[in-house]
């Protein structure tokens, strides 16, 4: 085998100077573009469009248009250079993970190596293959001996030889292992044993069968992957999206794929994934920030209760309700109840005169068309509306401060322009086109308004949409009448703010794309959404409404369903009534060691338990003192004696709650301070290896080493099992409880097994 690896050895070193030669000519190729893009733009703003005859008009403007599709050319070359740079920059360290050898139809062996891309040799011979292409799926899921791999026109089949496995760093092999199986559990457990980074970890080479399903499925229109914390669902998701962009690269672009996660904290945490699978960064949105696209004038607030109902695990009642599909279908029929009498009109004014009434426009509306939907009424009223304004402006000119107005114009034009020739036909013609302007720019706002169907009183309309929500709908939701009352004025004060709550704008935008044609900027072909448990049917069906056609892949952990809202999972049949569900189960940690798992199981029923990874540890260590400055203390000490095991590791002390997290910074020292970090909101991001962090922003993230800090009476409750499970299930190597002499019955269960137990001063 040392042969062996000697020889791979100087393929790796040859493979990482083909890296690099490549590198070198795109670089010179991309300084030269660069140069020629800047001359073309220089150029482009000296080109002219020719008057005169015709013909010179034509030929200048063909020609501009081609000067202008050249230079689109080489912006879209330089993008494509700049990407595969920074592909060869991840490939240049470790160029592939994998070999696989094999015969196709009785040729002569074939070899070929699996990286997060593709690259040739001088004379075009394939070095490294894509671990995204067809043939690539050998590795993935064939055994040795006879198999095959499929592309989307046929089945190849071949007789599998042999399957490598490399771990290689810094352009140095340090494992190599062969195996018949997906991959050897060594191999993957000495990955998942290295330290995590600030970022989450995404290693090709790891990628399991079962994962491999769900990344190639192509055939799924909709999918639904469940798995418990650590199995790999993100990262699969993640997979997914670069193996999608990569198959359908001819026609997919990164812009058309929305992929959302629960807060920006979690985006930032895999913002480095993508470019590690060969793909550009698709960015990462939370649904506030989308929705704040979709309505720009609004301010959409964040859940301010996003902690409290973590901790509760229920919310309040009309919130859910809002989060639901029963509001949703509601307003579909609310559309239909208001289209022959049309929708909430307001006068059109200026500076306070009004021009045009809201008895007129509704007269108009309900001369349009009663066959058509409403949406389409009302852009035929807009039309109608923009004619009445443009007579509205003829009748205007004709006013006095109109014409003191031009004249007042015309003497400075006549003074900027001393030498004009002074004939009363051209005064008469300047005169003309000075009125048409000021009239024009007086009309202005009235015009914007009716483009943009301002016309419609929108808040008006929505809180009108509330307060006739059927007494059935609130008594199923068992809401009353006084709190769904509380709840129509608190939104009627934030739309007088130009707020909105995120359930809120959900329908609130849904409502207006009944009343209006809305243009909506994002288009996708592809949306993602992780952390799927936290994420209500509502926006989902928003999404649905918007992109009809789009392929959806929900992701999520149910154990980890600490927020009261309505899931998704049982409102499936509803929201995907016309489309098969295809849904997959990772119940498998490949996270957490072994002992790690088995304590947190026992905060699970029975049936939601997880299988194992046979990587080992040390047992959970429950340190209990007799004050917080004690425990305090002793988990400073912890972390100077185990300085040198943890060099590499990222800390996290899990608090229960925000005010726990931030009184807790506040009892360390300056110097204590400096070196950790406090994050209590989610637009903070990860800078330092040791931080405090409150549990419902750990949600999704993981650690090398988690303490949980003040396990003691504030768990008792069945939803304060599912908080413990979740702080429990962020570490991977180390997992510290501390707690005080009064300890958590959810502990004191707990079998004394599956954990050591110290006291301070012992």
């Known amino acids: 085998m040392n042969l062996e690896r000697t020889k791979e050895q100087q393929h790796t070193n040859a493979t990482i100077q083909l890296i690099q030669t490549e590198e070198k000519l795109l670089q010179t190729q991309q300084q030269a573009l660069s140069g020629q893009v800047q001359e073309q733009l220089q150029g482009i703003g000296e080109r002219r469009i020719r008057g005169g005859d015709e013909e010179a008009f034509y030929e200048s403007v063909l020609e501009y248009r081609q000067y202008e599709e050249e230079l689109l050319m080489k912006y879209h070359s330089a993008e494509a250079t700049e990407k595969r740079l920074k592909t060869l920059a991840t490939m240049?360290?470790?160029?592939?993970?994998?070999?696989?050898?094999?015969?196709?139809?009785?040729?002569?062996?074939?070899?070929?190596?699996?990286?997060?891309?593709?690259?040739?040799?001088?004379?075009?011979?394939?070095?490294?293959?894509?671990?995204?292409?067809?043939?690539?799926?050998?590795?993935?899921?064939?055994?040795?001996?006879?198999?095959?791999?499929?592309?989307?026109?046929?089945?190849?089949?071949?007789?599998?030889?042999?399957?490598?496995?490399?771990?290689?760093?810094?352009?140095?092999?340090?494992?190599?292992?062969?195996?018949?199986?997906?991959?050897?559990d060594e191999f993957l457990l000495e990955i998942l044993d290295e330290a995590s980074s600030s970022q989450m970890k995404n290693i090709v080479s790891t990628i399991q069968k079962a994962q491999n399903q769900i990344i190639r499925d192509t055939h799924s229109k909709v999918m639904l992957i469940e798995g418990i914390a650590g199995s790999g669902k993100t990262s699969a998701l993640l997979q997914r999206i670069a193996f999608l962009l990569y198959r359908h690269r001819k026609w997919l672009d990164d812009d058309q794929v929305l992929l959302f996660s629960p807060n920006h904290l979690f985006s930032d945490y895999i913002s480095m994934v993508l470019p590690s699978l060969g793909e550009s960064e698709v960015p990462t949105r939370t649904f506030r920030t989308f929705m704040q696209q979709l309505l720009p004038t609004f301010t959409i607030e964040k859940e301010e209760q996003q902690e409290e109902v973590f901790l509760s695990g229920s919310e309040?009642?009309?919130?859910?309700?809002?989060?639901?599909?029963?509001?949703?279908?509601?307003?579909?029929?609310?559309?239909?109840?208001?289209?022959?009498l049309g929708p909430l009109f307001r006068d059109l004014k200026i500076n306070g005169t009004t021009f045009i009434t809201a008895k007129q426009m509704r007269d108009w509306y309900r001369e349009t068309n009663p066959q058509l939907p409403l949406y389409q009424r009302t852009q035929l009223l807009q039309t109608k509306l923009l004619k009445k304004a443009g007579g509205l402006q003829k009748d205007e000119a004709k006013k006095q401060w109109v014409k003191e107005a031009t004249e007042e114009k015309l003497q400075e034009y006549f003074d900027d322009h001393p030498n004009m020739e002074d004939t009363e036909e051209k005064e008469r013609k300047i005169r003309a086109q000075i009125r048409?302007?000021?009239?024009?720019?007086?009309?202005?706002?009235?015009?914007?308004?009716?483009?943009?169907?301002?016309?419609?009183?929108?808040?008006?309309?929505y809180l009108h949409f509330l307060q006739t929500v059927p007494t059935a709908i609130l008594d199923t939701a068992q809401v009353t009448k006084e709190d769904w009352r509380l709840a129509i004025d608190q939104v009627r004060t934030q739309l007088k703010a130009r707020q909105l709550q995120q359930e809120d704008a959900v329908l609130f935008f849904l409502l207006t794309r009944g009343l209006y044609p809305v243009d909506v900027p994002l288009k996708a072909r592809f949306i993602f959404v992780d952390e799927m448990q936290d994420f209500p049917p509502a926006q989902v069906a928003l999404l649905r409404n918007l992109y009809p056609k789009a392929g959806i892949t929900l992701c999520g952990d149910l154990n980890q369903k600490v927020f009261g809202n309505e899931t998704i999972v049982g409102t499936l049949p509803q929201l995907f009534a016309d489309t098969e569900v295809t849904r997959y189960q990772l119940t498998t940690s490949y996270r957490s060691t072994k002992e790690i798992t088995d304590f947190a199981n026992q905060f699970l029923s029975h049936e939601d338990q997880v299988e194992l990874t046979a990587r080992k540890g040390d047992l959970p260590l429950i340190l209990q003192g007799n004050s917080q400055a004690e425990n305090l203390q002793a988990l400073l000490t912890y972390s100077k004696q185990h300085a040198e095991v943890a060099k590499y590791w990222r800390t996290a002390i899990i608090c229960k709650t925000k005010e726990e997290c931030e009184e807790l910074y506040h009892h360390l020292t300056p110097q204590e301070q400096k070196t950790i970090q406090?994050?209590?909101?989610?637009?903070?991001?990860?800078?330092?290896?040791?931080?405090?962090?409150?549990?419902?922003?750990?949600?999704?993230?993981?650690?090398?080493?988690?303490?949980?800090?003040?396990i003691g009476t504030n768990f008792e409750?069945?939803?304060?099992?599912?908080?413990?499970?979740?702080?429990?299930?962020?570490?991977?190597?180390?997992?510290?409880?501390?707690?005080?002499?009064?300890?958590?019955?959810?502990?004191?269960?707990?079998?004394?097994?599956?954990?050591?137990?110290?006291?301070?001063?012992s």
């Not at 009309?318 to 029963?326: F, Y």
């Not at 009239?439 to 808040?459: G, T």
């Not at 502990?747 to 097994?753: E, R, S, T, V």
């Open 678 to 710: 406090l994050i209590v909101s989610e637009d903070d991001f990860m800078k330092r290896p040791l931080m405090i962090i409150p549990a419902f922003l750990a949600k999704g993230l993981e650690f090398d080493r988690v303490f949980a800090w003040n």
């Open 717 to 761: 409750t069945e939803q304060d099992r599912l908080i413990l499970y979740t702080i429990c299930t962020r570490a991977m190597h180390e997992l510290i409880l501390l707690t005080n002499p009064t300890q958590s019955i959810l502990l004191a269960d707990a079998n004394p097994q599956t954990y050591r137990f110290q006291t301070i001063n």
């Open 316 to 340: 309040s009642r009309a919130e859910r309700l809002k989060s639901g599909l029963a509001l949703v279908d509601y307003s579909q029929t609310y559309i239909q109840k208001i289209t022959e």
């Open 92 to 184: 240049s360290g470790n160029p592939y993970f994998a070999r696989i050898d094999f015969t196709e139809a009785q040729e002569a062996p074939e070899t070929l190596y699996l990286g997060i891309a593709s690259l040739r040799d001088q004379d075009e011979n394939t070095i490294v293959i894509d671990w995204r292409a067809p043939i690539a799926n050998l590795y993935y899921e064939g055994e040795l001996g006879p198999t095959f791999y499929e592309t989307d026109h046929d089945r190849y089949e071949v007789d599998l030889l042999l399957k490598r496995q490399f771990k290689i760093q810094e352009g140095q092999i340090l494992s190599m292992v062969d195996t018949s199986e997906v991959i050897n």
């Open 436 to 461: 048409k302007a000021v009239v024009r720019r007086y009309f202005r706002p009235l015009n914007r308004a009716i483009e943009k169907f301002q016309f419609i009183n929108y808040s008006k309309q």
